[in-house]
């Protein structure tokens, strides 16, 4: 690994492990963690978890699982170029969706309304929990213990009331301070693979069109760019370009402006990175033209009428998946039944939001229809 400038996040001064262990042989503490994410049962899961279109609809549409992939790829790939620990950047990235509930986005304000009078739902938070607590792996504690810097990554976003419970992860959002920029370059990459790739499928899927999106700026100036490169390229090759080239300039962009930042607050170390105001960021023009991409995609595709109709669907299979098992609780599987002893409402919510869309469909089915064709 190339050596890493003084403000990264440094594997032996990490804070440490909730549970302490003994450093690992051959490896980092943030490899460490990469590790025991990617044989999670909860990464695994991502696989069969969707952002925009359900699992059913198309074999080559994302999934939670390919999207951490290529947010890690962007997040190393500027990681390295500023010196930054990139195995700690891989680990957040791969770990940041881990709590997401089936059915993307619809699915979590479906699961959130449900637990609105029990402590409400944030796959933010939910994403923390599996990591603290819901993966069963390990015989010396409950999740996978990963470091306090992975797990400051983790935990992007959290309310006052809930920063409250968590102890010392959650004193920056008492403090008002920011993570390490591993944390927070990888909360932007995330942003940058989110957005265009869901250009990118949403042509694939015929809801959106190449003269609309010629409309929106950042999209406009590099089809524009590739046409004149490229006057004979037609179809998937024309859009696979201009995404490239959209991705490539917000990644230059995001590089270069956080390396000013940097070079203006000339932090020595992460503490004092975390006591600065955000260092990576976008330049203006580009986040404003960041901003209008995804105002187009806000109002011509999360809100066509063939997502709101299969929005509306997973909706009501949360809703009603939910409700059944907080009136009987013998309905859940025996683990959930006894962590529904404790909170019953809680324990349903981990176990709705531990499914894969196709999981969460079956199940419904077998709820609700008086022969769903498996004999269960």
Not at 148 to 153: L, V
């Amino acid at each position: 690994m190339p050596e890493l400038a003084p403000y990264a996040a440094q594997p032996h001064a990490s804070r440490g492990r909730r549970v302490p262990e003994p450093p690992p042989e051959g490896r980092s503490e943030y490899q460490r963690d990469r590790d025991r994410i990617v044989h999670s049962a909860a990464f695994r899961r991502l696989e069969y978890k969707t952002q925009v279109f359900v699992n059913h609809e198309g074999d080559l549409f994302r999934t939670r699982l390919t999207h951490s992939i290529e947010v890690a790829q962007i997040g190393r790939s500027i990681a390295r170029v500023l010196g930054l620990n990139e195995d700690l950047v891989e680990a957040i990235a791969l770990a940041h969706d881990l709590g997401h509930t089936p059915f993307g986005h619809a699915g979590q304000d479906a699961l959130n309304e449900c637990m609105r009078d029990h402590g409400g739902f944030e796959h933010n938070l939910q994403s923390l929990r599996v990591v603290d607590h819901l993966e069963s792996r390990y015989g010396a504690f409950d999740g996978l213990n990963l470091t306090f810097e992975a797990r400051e990554g983790v935990l992007k976003h959290c309310s006052r009331r809930n920063a409250e419970k968590l102890g010392e992860v959650g004193a920056r959002f008492l403090l008002g301070l920011r993570p390490g920029l591993e944390a927070q370059l990888a909360n932007l990459a995330d942003e940058i693979a989110y957005d265009n790739h869901d250009v990118d499928d949403g042509i694939r899927s015929g809801l959106i069109h190449l003269e609309a999106l010629e409309e929106v700026p950042i999209f406009a100036r590099h089809l524009r760019e590739v046409r004149v490169a490229f006057p004979e390229l037609r179809d998937r090759r024309l859009v696979h370009e201009t995404v490239r080239r959209m991705i490539n300039a917000l990644v230059t962009d995001l590089t270069r402006q956080t390396r000013a930042n940097i070079e203006a607050a000339r932090p020595a170390s992460i503490d004092e990175v975390r006591a600065a105001a955000a260092l990576a960021a976008f330049s203006e023009p580009l986040r404003a033209e960041q901003q209008a991409l995804k105002a187009f995609l806000r109002h011509n595709l999360y809100r066509h009428y063939r997502v709101v109709r299969m929005t509306f669907k997973s909706q009501r299979i949360v809703r009603e998946l939910f409700a059944a098992f907080l009136s009987e609780r013998r309905l859940l599987p025996p683990e959930f039944q006894r962590r529904g002893e404790h909170d019953l409402p809680r324990a349903i919510a981990d176990y709705i939001a531990g499914m894969t869309d196709r999981y969460a469909i079956r199940e419904h089915r077998r709820l609700f229809l008086v022969d769903d064709g498996s004999g269960n």
